[in-house]
């Protein structure tokens, strides 16, 4: 899901290899019908068709409760790479928008998020580049209704003294036809393994076998079609950008 963008972690492994723009236009107020919200946060961004990296987009977490009393789903603002709490600048966000799956509860990068820092994160699609010798081809990937990327979130203390939520989106080994354009693609979480996924009471490696192993499931959903490239540009906005345009 991305531009062709690849960066290397603290410990060498390449973390970015893939989704690297995605589409959130659907209003925050149909999300928390959606995905349950108890409560959302403020300051939730605008709808985006064209979200890259360090922006801010909506997440749904269920943090751990201190006492004995459910945990209470919420909707929150979040910027779009990984800040651990260890980290000494938010910089390392930069390298982080993506965890490989197969990997992260390895990755000191990761690995605290995957026991019990597990997110959702919101899309109404995201957007991939083939590329055929010199030639880049745009293309949506979707479903009929907003799907959910695994994520994992970390809390990080900025120099004011004020509280960053960060997050990142898992990756896998692409399958199907969308293994024809991209060896990578986010790892989607079906509406039936949500509440798992994101209960922090679970077994997070466990959780995330479980969402890896109907990846390729899931991924037989979903739809996809050229688009114009002017997605390559940040700037660019608008629900043209997702249009099928002809090929030829």
Same mark, same amino acid.
């Given at each position: 899901?991305?531009?062709?963008?690849?960066?290397?972690?603290?410990?060498?492994?390449?973390?970015?290899?893939?989704?690297?723009?995605?589409?959130?236009?659907?209003?925050?107020?149909?999300?928390?019908?959606?995905?349950e919200?108890?409560e959302?946060?403020?300051?939730?961004?605008?709808?985006?068709?064209?979200?890259?990296?360090?922006?801010?987009?909506?997440?749904?977490?269920?943090?751990?409760?201190?006492?004995?009393t459910?945990?209470?789903?919420?909707?929150?603002a979040?910027?779009?790479?990984?800040v651990?709490a260890?980290?000494?600048?938010?910089?390392?966000?930069?390298?982080?928008?993506?965890?490989r799956?197969?990997?992260?509860?390895?990755?000191?990068?990761?690995?605290?998020?995957?026991?019990e820092?597990?997110?959702?994160?919101?899309?109404?699609?995201?957007?991939?580049?083939?590329?055929?010798?010199?030639?880049?081809?745009?293309?949506?990937?979707?479903?009929?209704?907003?799907?959910?990327?695994?994520?994992?979130?970390?809390?990080?203390?900025?120099?004011?003294? =004020? $509280? #960053?939520?960060? *997050?990142?989106?898992?990756?896998? /080994?692409?399958?199907?036809?969308? @293994?024809?354009?991209? %060896?990578?693609?986010?790892?989607?979480?079906?509406?039936?393994?949500?509440? =798992? $996924? #994101?209960?922090? *009471?679970?077994?997070?490696?466990? /959780?995330?076998?479980?969402?890896? @192993?109907e990846?390729? %499931?899931?991924?037989a959903?979903?739809?996809?079609?050229?688009v114009?490239?002017?997605?390559?540009?940040?700037?660019?906005?608008?629900?043209?950008?997702?249009?099928?345009i002809d @090929?030829?």
């Open positions: 899901m991305g531009a062709i963008l690849s960066h290397r972690g603290p410990d060498g492994e390449t973390i970015s290899d893939m989704c690297g723009r995605y589409v959130m236009a659907t209003p925050a107020s149909d999300l928390v019908a959606l995905f919200i108890d959302a946060g403020a300051d939730l961004p605008e709808p985006s068709w064209n979200i890259p990296p360090t922006s801010t987009v909506p997440i749904v977490v269920e943090p751990r409760p201190r006492d004995e459910p945990p209470i789903r919420r909707l929150e979040a910027r779009w790479g990984l651990p260890w980290a000494d600048d938010i910089s390392v966000g930069v390298r982080a928008f993506n965890a799956g197969e990997s992260a509860a390895e990755k000191p990068m990761f690995r605290d998020g995957v026991r820092r597990r997110a959702l994160v919101p899309a109404d699609g995201w957007f991939e580049w083939q590329r055929l010798g010199d030639a880049k081809t745009p293309y949506y990937v979707h479903g009929e209704a907003p799907i959910s990327f695994a994520g994992l979130y970390a809390w990080w203390k900025q120099p004011d003294g =004020a $509280w #960053l939520l960060s *997050t990142t989106i898992l990756t896998t /080994a692409s399958t199907g036809e969308l @293994a024809t354009i991209h %060896e990578r693609m986010p790892l989607v979480v079906s509406p039936e393994m949500r509440d =798992a $996924w #994101l209960d922090p *009471t679970e077994d997070g490696e466990a /959780a995330l076998e479980a969402v890896i @192993a990846a390729g %499931e899931v991924a959903g979903l739809t996809l079609h050229i114009d490239g002017r997605v390559g540009n940040v700037r660019e906005q608008g629900p043209a950008l997702i249009a099928p @090929a030829a």
